[in-house]
Structures are given as C-alpha cells and as structure tokens.
C-alpha cells in the first residue's frame, strides 16, 4: 500500500481517499518533496556555475585606475574572438579586487600593488605588472586651470576660503590618512605633505573611498580637486583636467623618462592555475594590440 519516496513513505491512491494517511504524515511527505526539490536547486545552481566557467566567462574589477582600460580591452578582445565572454564590473579598489579573486567571484583582478603576503597565505596567486600611470592631481575642466606650482597646491588645501590660482573657489577630495594616493601627493613636497595632514584633521572634508568615488566627487562637486590617474581620466573619457606640478606635465613620455615621477603601477593578478579563455585574456592584454590601446589611454604599457 505504501510506496517510498526520499526522506519517507508515499501514501497510495486507496489510503488518501479513506483518509487513512495521518496529517502528521502528510506533513512529513510534503516537507520531504520540498527538501528533495531545494536539493534539486543547488545542484542546478552549481552546474549553472560549473557552465560558466567551461563557458570561459573572465569576469575583472579591482582599482578604478585599471577597470577604465580593462572595458575598452575586453571590448577590443570580445570584438576579435566572436562568441568570448568578459564582465568587467563596477570598480572594488586592488585590495576589494583580490579579496574577490580569492573568494572565486572574478577571474582577474586588477591593482595598484602586487598581492601581500597574507593575501597569498589564503590562496597562491601569480600577478604581472602590465603598465604605469601617471598619478596626478585633477580639477574638473572648468575650473580653467591646467597647471599649479606645490606652494599653489598646498594653499589649495588650506583651511577656510581656499582657491585655484585664478581665484575661483578650491575644494579638495580627500582618501584616508594611509590611503597609497595619500602618500603620493605628500611626496610633492614638504609643504604639501603638512598642509595634507592639516585638511586630514578638519571636519566636513570630502572623502572618496575608491578611484571611481573620488573622480565621481571631482567631477560633480564645483571647485572640486583631487588625486586620480591619467588612466582613469582618459579610458573613461571624464572631464576632467590632470594638472602639471612646478612645470612638470603628467605624460607617458614623462613617466617613462622619469621627468614626472609620480605614478602608480598596474597589476593584473589571477589564480595559480587560471583557465584558458583567462590567459588568453591576459596575453590580449599585453599583446601588441592591447599595449596599443592601453597606451593611447594613459597607460605606459610594461
């Protein structure tokens, strides 16, 4: 009378007609369907995953800096190998980008540094630097200037009603304290740096938590100014002004030659053992054609 299902008994045709299938057992079998049917999902859910992977989905993001560049590669690759599948998602910051790479949610991770020894404690990883950028200072362009001195840079971070060189008013985008764009905008000087910490101790001060925050703060905040990357201002085609400091332009040329020294490097960080269509990626992305995309946007390829 009795047939087995997981979990339980099924009760037959004659039993539940007579009501000889008690609502405590009726209850059983029921919850025991709707294990069986979740068990269902989760293996359909891996296999979707599963099929993701074998599709050769390349799934990036890490610092804005890179994620700029890495939309107009993949364009690029995706448009030479019909039927390639790459996501480049909203940016995360490096560490964001590898914390994200090391829980298997991307592929490829981009970075202003190569992973640190904790990161490569909880997984192996392998990272390449594929280019530079010039880091620079940056004012939306109708702000109408293009170049400042350092003793005009540290007065733009003064307190109270602070200005560009041409008067008009001077709002500076701050990162946190060891934020690596903190350290590098107090390499411009000692009179930089202290005026730096001065801003770092107000309240009320902009702060952007990423690249992408931070650009988006310049960009829409008038009289805004803070520290970005060629990259960035040029892969995403933003309006905004990477200003020359004490006469020194923010150029590739420059970076290369060491005559503008600040920049930040690019990392492109994966798993041990990546899959094809991800290395087939990377060797796109430091390919000749790839280093010529690269290189019209603000990156000195490597």
Known sequence: MFSKISGGLRPSRTQLRAGLWPRTDRRRAFAAQVRAGLAGA?????????????????????TGSATGGMQ??????????????????????????????????IEVAVSNR????AEMARQALQSVEYARTAF??????????SAVTGAELAAMYAEGAATFPNGKRARPVLRLSDATDTRLIKAMGP????????AHSRRGMLNGNTDTDTADLIEKTPGAFGP???ALIASESRPLVALAIDGKAPTNANVASGDYPWFKPMFLVTGAQPSA???RFVAFARSAAGRRILESHGHLSR
Do not use: W
């Not at 293996?43 to 990036?60: K, N, Y």
């Open 114 to 117: 190569s992973p640190s020894e």
């Open 72 to 105: 107009l590669l993949a364009k690029a690759y995706v448009s030479a190998n019909p039927g390639a599948r790459v996501e480049v998602l909203p940016a995360l910051g490096s560490a964001g980008g590898i914390s994200a790479l090391l829980e298997g949610k």
């Open 277 to 279: 269509e991800t290395q």
């Open 228 to 230: 970005s990357s060629l």
């Open 136 to 145: 620079v200072i940056a004012a939306h362009r109708d702000v109408g200037v």
């Open 42 to 62: 989760v293996v359909l859910l891996a296999s979707a995953c599963a099929f993701a992977q074998s599709a050769g989905l390349v799934r990036i993001t890490g």
């Open 191 to 198: 009179a930089v740096s202290a005026a730096l910490d001065n």
